[in-house]
DNA sequence: CGGCCGTCTAAGGATC
DNA sequence: GATCCTTAGACGGCCG
């Protein structure tokens, strides 16, 4: 038998289960309304960039590196913190 | 001659260009913070959902069928726009 | 030490590696040329179309529309499968 | 009155507009096929460049700046036979 | 870690 | 003929 979630006892239709499922369904779409709303922003503020003039795909790859570098700080932030444990420090 | 931006009686570096350089970059890297933070609360909601014995892959099919269906509402009447001035209507 | 391929003893130029980089770069440049001829060919048929009268964008609409019909039909039974598996069948 | 194509006194179904439109697409569809069979070719070989160990987007670069060269001796070539035409050689 | 999805770039078409 | 825009292909990130 095929049950909706765990409650393997609840009834399948207007049960607690298709009410969890629809809340689920519910907040993801909220959360990627707004990640697309952020989408839209960026987009936007790299259109103003071109406006003024700027070489956006230059600015997209700056942005990269400084992300990477980033994010090899945090690595070497972490590599850092090994080592402290390591020594017991 | 390659200046930053349009404003080229500017100096290159300390300018007005730099500044608002330096704006664009910032705001889009607090807009991208935010996007991504967004994008691990959905991840969340799905580690919650699988949690709670929902299959993820199907509820993700699901979402998407969803937003898909609005969009092709849209292109419908795309369609039916280009068929009508097709017709000179 | 930045070596070309995998051929990590093999001298850098004149060997192996640069005889299968010509290949490759050769082989795309090959296949690009038929790809753009066949792309001749088939804005010729379009120009055939219009001084045959037809309306070319329909054409061309009818034509993205047949095939994304085809690519949905594949998509339906991914879907179907997908379910299928959910539910264990 | 909205006609298929030139033919105004033809019938619009089982006509020989209707079998020139067929023919259209039909040519167009079987063109664009192996167009993307073509596009697969290529992605076969870079695939085969990426086992090789080989850098794909660099490659790509690569034969961009080729076929850049080619188009620019292709333009010189032109203005080339424009300068003849001009001198009557 | 290999494939898949969404996003970004670039090529091609429509419009003026 | 040039420009703008839309769409197909390539790249980076995410899931399985």
Known sequence: MSDIGHNSGEPQTGGVAADR???IVER??????ERKALGNDIKDVYTEAKSAGFDVPVIRKLIQIRAKDAAEVEEQEQILDLYRRALGM
């Open 21 to 23: 499922l629809r809340s």
């Open 28 to 33: 993801v779409e909220r959360l990627d309304q």
